[in-house]
């Protein structure tokens, strides 16, 4: 099935005493997990030596106990869970990226992507660098590396790279001594900082992940922001911030995070729910329940609930065991991978007109089949509601969607969309919409995959 | 942290040509596998021949492509999840169990549990019988193999068995050239039995598999009767069918089966409503939202909020990605493990009297974990909500609920379990009403894990 | 490439006091790792109770050091290695066989064939019995088990079987307080018996593996003995010894067991050399050097070298490294893998006229590449000499020669054999000198996989 | 058991036309697997493309035939089996290197270490350049791409390169277009060409990889000579040869290098018998028997039988199946592991004055148990030669003898040593025969780690 990916979740941790951190990152990651789960690796920094272990898998198949285990116990450490790219060498591309440079070990966690990065790399590659992988993080750590030669400190060295490089990024980077993290001038991916009881410093690209650790988020990282932290406290460079208008990527509202995150300032399910209020307004429709498509769907189908006044109903329950299945040899069924992934709950849908919420089209086909299976459960009407508004370009900072030809949105119109899931009715989340979801300026946003405004 | 432990899924299906059975199979097993996920087997009967395969671990780890491939088509095949006895041999322990006897081979999947195989194993190891496992279902297949020497066909064979065995059993086997599926006396696990549209007869514990494997379900199996599948259609022996009062584990509502799936007619996920309503009824509170502990507390959370006018909210995350996480050396991060398994949405909670409702409370551990999470979360009261009864009885017929002496309402007051998990107030199911969760005749059902009254 | 397959190495420990037989196990397992490299298994009986453990691999892969960390310390322990029969349920099929019985549990390892285990099997299940597996040892345990019923001990009970079960058999196996040993009235399969220096008493398919855990070899079982150790002793059975001529398997000097064995009173390594002698008596050659095909073929070539006055060389090393490799996708490369698989010296061959012994040839192909092979390294004559008969039957006891149509000397004679293989000349042993192997009375083995007379 | 280490096998193949390649690339690196046995790699370049794979373990294990078919099809192909530094990232450190630089990818493999690599490194950090790997192959990478910058071609950048590092090596390397070899001017490891009767040009490090891959061995490169093939043909390029005094590790003869190898003309198991023949000559003894220490005291044992006219047994047969064994838990028996890694035929000792020859003696801890083993089967007495001189240098070129404290030829005369492993007596190779192995010039080669004169 079809599904948008994103592209990283990191975290980072800073503590007053040497301890056990890999457990705590392995906690960590997992509630990160669903930034990505093709790869997982941790670098903990014990006594200024980094020691690391990545490999492609989820956190817990990475990371066993006696892995963990193994890594020890340091004062500073960094993981991340990431998207693979295909092919071979994979387990190279995992992060973090640790590397050995003149001045000591780094170990570098990105979330994001570079829009310059094919410029660097070729500057670099005339200096004589060599590149081992395929990934932004290995450009980044060669800007770092040599602006740390012209530099007094890592962090002025990270300062002056940020300069250099482009796109959306969060890092966190453990050097010898401190930990540090940093988001891109136009904060287009989240990063928050946390702190335990007992005086640890965390960073994390979502909330829930601070929460997992136990400790209190504190607030998210502006953008621009560098922090740096060692045993002399917490420092902010502030250089790059307010330079540049803010656009965080809407998509993180609206797919990527998890519902019990706060980004900004704004809990991720409230937005969501008010995706579902704007769709209520907007494409109101004559239904007896309505239902969401699980997990992402729920909460805008909640908000939907609320502002129709149409009671909510559980109508599709999700099999949590749905793991790196089998690919069926007939497409028979193929087809009905669908019905392997949800059931219906017939006694909700039976006789009834469904409003049906989901978070996004993308190439339609999953769409026709959960439709058909609400009908097949007895639904007398099917009205859907997409709590985004059609995707219609590339995106350039991180987020992979399907290639453009596969967008159902490019080709078709509502009406014909709507005709091809088998749906009564169709309504998509308006841009203007989408961009108020967080209730703060709507230019705030970057809404570049369905608007095609670009921010850099 | 404590569970519930169920002890088994069985499925099975007959097909009117060859074809590449395996691949059904492991989709209704998928479906299944809430029933049961420390081991996955299947067998296959091609033209009188049976292969088979099982292992310890999900049916995604034990049945990987190259697996279902290798297993090749055949007529009939029959599938089982479970959870598989602790120490030495568990691969011996997994179903189907497949032997050879005088008559040819046999393939037995069994969900239940006996309560006289302690003399039905000696019986027959006094008459030279030797067991590989420890499982009730070699004693079966024991049983019927030895009917079946005096017996003109296995359905006889099968027929006279259920006379010896006595408990819980619902069990779906293949002899050379037959698929048959029975259910003991009492009804006490469900096995429900449907078409695909291309004429496939499909057997499972649950609709919810019937559903993914695209079988339409056409009803339960009755207490006592056995079902017979071959080239000459399908037959039904109903000897001991109405010979004794069904006795339905009430548990499956309760806890057991998938919300989508139907059983005896009823939807579980209406069932488990139902349960919210008593409790609204039953258990009042002033409060400001009603949020369910994902997932099995999600449907009677609806139920609460429909019956006392108190809205619903999502208000727990549930981590998808926790899998066989790694054990925390120390008791800090042991403790947080319920934090990893889900957050807490501060926007829906802050500041409100919570109503939560979970589906049951075995040790009082988890609940009094959760309960700190939402006033951590800004919960000004948290009224907890129970959709059973407290446990006060061991189950004889295959539920794994924990040892007597762990069970906090066997040595607690409704008062004192308040207190130790931190509520606001407390409140369980009655038995009662448990017993009437399904709408149909409260004597139809098996409570003795509450109530003590054992069927047999 | 062709190969003659053993079916089995047992191993059985008995000791004073409880200790960490499993490590002693592995050791001796290890030792008899050449009779068997499909699976391998353990049983170990603490204070009357079994755990076990036994998969596919190789001993080092089926115990590593945490698996026999969890099998604990025992007073008796049992172990296996096998030729594991193809296709689904090898783990079942892989040995010690457990079972629990009316008089408590027994662990069975087993090495032979039984002649008459159709029949058996049928009388069996006309009593009701099942079989998991398709192996000779649940055969033999049912009817140990049966006897038990009738029999005041299980000495008894196992004195009682021997009555009924025909063939080959070395069986070693442990009830709830005795280690038991026998071996076949006719004694075709060996098994030794020794002492460690602390007391434990040890049997083993081969004196190498008593070597290997520091026992000394005290004595051959008699062929039909029993012998039974506990704490009352060590105690011999000798019912059916001297009833029936011993029938010792030839091949066990020829191939199967370690030339550092001493079977009988006679070192392996000393049977072959005798095969050398009596080869270089019976073909002469006109010859420079002698070399011998590694590993086997080596003691015989130093033989040939001793007798004819010929040096010896060394002509061919092998490759320690070849484990289950890839399957080449192209004829070529194929062709190739006996160069893979060892590799010529060419100063010993360059020029030479070369004697070359092998062990044994099944269907010519191999012997051609080797030969092939010596003439590319520069021999000027390749003069082949096999130190064993020409095979021309089937083997009914245990040992998995090729299938009738493959064997090469079935359908072709000595001189088409040798141009087959491109040598200048070849030279098999005789039938009468290989019962002349060790050097006792001829009629003293069975070569019936050479002369058709098959001794049961 | 204390071991030498070799630190690697290289492998290079040009073919002129697109083939299966990674098949002749596993041939040949299971011929080099005693060179390196902890990680395998191998790059294969498609129209210019190169994919990659490599891993800790086995060949046999990194490349199974699903991994081989995956690296499809090429017209370059080079390979690489060592022994992986202990500690993270192994996998990272495994060989070939595979880089992307200005003029496109590069796969480099390497034998040999370099003496000025912490130089080299620092001056290319101080340049900005970060490293991920520990290894002096990243460091050769940065070299060549450096000097690629400022050079026409890489053939005219590797000559360049070598100007700057010093050291061992022998170097096997793809460009997009071209594959290339060379070795070190000292020529202190071997690499060796050879082609294919259908065209392809191989290197490898020893001739035995040739002779597996069916490539006919042409000559040793020059030291210092550098080999470039493309479809222009065969080019030498020998700026830097004659410029020394060769100085080839003899340790190859002694201990590194397959029996069956070539190098520089002289066949490993000449040397090897040669090193027996002086050994007779300078350390006679009284005796029956002479044996070897298998594999590698086997050559010189019968070097020293023909020298001294003593006649040649087999008494030591070596386990095949010791993989990575598990580390027994008590003293007693992981003394016995000696015994489970080979064992003594007692027929050829029993009795006898035994001359046992072996490679080398590191700590004296072996020795000492093997020289107990033969005198345990029997031996009257044991007089104990070893083809090598005593150890009493560390090696900076690549080989990894024991740390200079374990050395026990450092701390003790003959005598002591001989009594310390209960020898009758004992006697070394001189360094001044083991210069002479090869019957070529004593200077040729380097025997620093036995007489201190290092070359560099």
């Not at 960094?78 to 170990?107: D, E, F, I, W």
């Not at 990282?221 to 902010?236: A, F, Q, Y």
């Amino acid at each position: 099935m079809e599904e948008i990916k994103e592209e990283c979740g990191v975290f980072g941790i800073w503590s007053p005493d040497k301890r056990a951190l890999p457990y705590t990152v392995a906690v960590g990651l997992t509630a990160l997990q669903h930034r990505g789960q093709e790869a997982a690796g941790m670098a903990i920094n014990e006594d200024r030596n980094i020691r690391y272990h990545k490999a492609p898998g989820l956190v817990s198949e990475v990371f066993p106990s006696p892995q963990l285990e193994a890594l020890g116990c340091g004062q500073i450490a960094v993981g991340h869970v990431r998207y693979a790219t295909t092919g071979g060498g994979s387990a190279l591309n995992a992060q973090p990226m640790v590397v050995r440079h003149v001045k000591g070990q780094l170990a570098l966690c990105h979330n994001g992507n570079l829009t310059n990065s094919v410029e660097l790399r070729r500057e670099l590659e005339l200096k004589g660098c060599i590149f081992q992988t395929t990934s932004d993080t290995e450009v980044i750590s060669y800007i770092i590396t040599q602006k740390r030669l012209l530099n007094p400190s890592i962090e002025t060295a990270l300062e002056a790279a940020m300069k250099e490089i482009k796109g959306a990024y969060s890092l966190v980077l453990t050097s010898p001594t401190k930990l540090m993290a940093c988001r891109d001038p136009l904060g287009m991916r989240p990063l928050v900082m946390g702190r335990t009881p007992d005086g640890c410093v965390v960073f994390a690209s979502e909330s829930c992940a601070l929460d997992a650790v136990g400790a209190v988020p504190e607030r998210d990282l502006k953008p621009g922001e560098i922090v740096v932290c060692d045993t002399g406290g917490v420092r902010s460079i502030e250089t790059y911030c307010d330079k540049t208008k803010p656009k965080l990527c809407v998509f993180e509202y609206i797919y990527f995070s998890r519902p019990d995150s706060v980004i900004e300032g704004v809990c991720v399910h409230d937005a969501r729910t008010r995706a579902g209020h704007f769709l209520a307004k907007n494409h109101p429709a004559d239904a007896d329940i309505v239902i969401g498509v699980p997990d992402s769907g729920l909460d805008a189908a909640l908000g939907y609930a609320e502002e129709s006044g149409i009671p909510y109903g559980i109508g599709l329950i999700k099999n949590k065991y749905i793991g790196r299945t089998f690919i069926a040899p007939d497409q028979n069924l193929r087809e009905n991978l669908v019905r392997l992934k949800m059931g219906a709950v017939p006694s909700t849908i039976k006789g009834k007109r469904v409003v049906l919420v989901d978070d996004s089209i993308v190439r339609g086909t999953t769409s026709e089949r959960i439709v058909r299976m609400i009908r097949d459960a007895g639904a007398k009407e099917v009205h859907m509601r997409i709590s985004s508004p059609p995707f219609l370009n590339p995106c350039y900072y991180g987020t992979d969607v399907d290639s453009r030809e596969n967008l159902i949105a490019v080709h078709h119109s509502n009406d014909e969309i709507c005709k091809m899931i088998g749906a009564d009715s169709l309504g998509f989340l308006s841009v203007e919409d989408a961009r108020k979801l967080a209730g703060s300026d709507p230019d705030h946003f970057c809404a570049a995959c369905f608007d095609g405004k670009y921010p850099v």
